[in-house]
């Protein structure tokens, strides 16, 4: 299944979006349709904005981000693959995995009743296989609109099935993280990574009150962030995707953090849309997953 996507010169930019550069002379592809407007860079395939008209931007971003090349953006939505965290058998190898580090090349911009997807795509190679030898291919459609609709799809292009994890690991800005709470994950159990890995259950919503790092098991269903400060709700609704991570790094990881302000942890919490863990994905030699996050807000 080999495709080859348009070369970037072919494609016809709509008059709602334009390749600029941004934050350290990297480039991305600047979206102002009627619906929304957004960003997203091609360092990763990360978007780092999405503004519903009317409407506050969702997306939270580090006053201070690398923005290097082979560096992960902090902030927005890194895509994580083909491992999540640390990788297992390989202390040295890239947190979260190398597509977030590698500039994706820009298939097509395409208007649609005021909103605008943008797709991009990315596969492996030599580099890529000193990591992890699977022979893959991704395609990855963000769609800003009145929703913002992020598709990651995973394609085997080998001869033999691979196992693989997968995170749309986004960062949503909040009024205040103390104050918010997460609506949606009632009697899920969870891995708590605070607390060496322990299973536990959640008991009633999800509060923010320490460092919070969670994978929550077998939730497929949507999640609400409840702010009362920005008096908004940000609902994430997702497809194929079988865990929830929820984190705050709290004071002392934020100041442990060079590319994380000592005083932003106050400012987002990540939602993550994942398969990880217990959960990562199969795919058969020749085929495709599909992983989708539908994120919407409104106002309290
Ligand atoms: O998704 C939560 C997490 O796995 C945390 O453990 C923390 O490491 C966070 O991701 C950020 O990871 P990064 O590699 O982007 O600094």
Redesign the pocket.
């Known amino acids: 299944m080999k495709s080859q996507g348009p070369q970037e010169g072919d494609i016809v930019m709509p008059r709602e979006a334009e390749i600029v550069v941004g934050n350290g002379g990297l480039r991305k592809v600047h979206v102002h349709a009627a619906e929304a407007e957004g960003e997203i860079y091609l360092l990763g395939a990360h978007v780092t904005s999405w503004k519903p008209a009317g409407r506050q931007d969702a997306i939270w971003l580090s006053e201070k981000s690398w923005w290097e090349d082979g560096k ?1 953006i ?1 902030g927005g939505v ?1 895509i994580c693959f083909p491992w ?2 640390p990788k297992k058998d390989a202390p040295d190898a890239p ?2 995995g190398f597509v977030r580090l590698k500039e994706w090349q820009l298939e097509a911009v395409e208007p649609q009743d005021g909103a605008v997807t943008v797709t991009l795509s990315t596969k492996s190679d030599a580099t890529t296989k000193n990591w992890w030898a699977a022979d893959f291919e991704l395609r990855y459609r963000v769609t800003f609109g009145s929703k913002l609709v992020m598709s990651l799809e995973v394609m085997n292009t080998g001869n033999s099935s691979f196992g693989a994890e997968e ?1 749309l ?1 986004t960062y949503f800005a909040v009024g205040d993280v103390r104050q918010i709470h997460i609506a949606g994950l009632e009697d899920a159990h969870y891995i708590d ?1 605070t607390d060496d890995r322990k299973e536990k259950k959640q008991e009633g919503k999800v509060s923010i009150t320490a460092e919070t ?1 969670r994978v929550y098991l077998k939730t497929s269903q949507a999640v609400e962030i409840v702010d009362p400060v920005l008096r908004r709700r940000i609902r994430v609704r997702k497809e194929n995707s079988r865990e929830t ?1 929820v ?1 705050n ?1 709290w004071i002392a990881k934020s100041k442990a ?1 060079p590319d994380f302000g000592d005083d932003e942890w106050t400012g987002m919490v ?1 939602v ?1 849309t994942c398969n990880v863990v217990t959960n990562s994905i199969e795919v058969a030699a020749q085929q495709k997953h599909r992983m989708t996050a539908v994120i919407e807000t409104e106002s309290l």
């Open positions: 992960p902090r890194p999540f965290g947190a979260h995170a690991h990574k790092d991570v984190w790094p953090m990540c993550e």
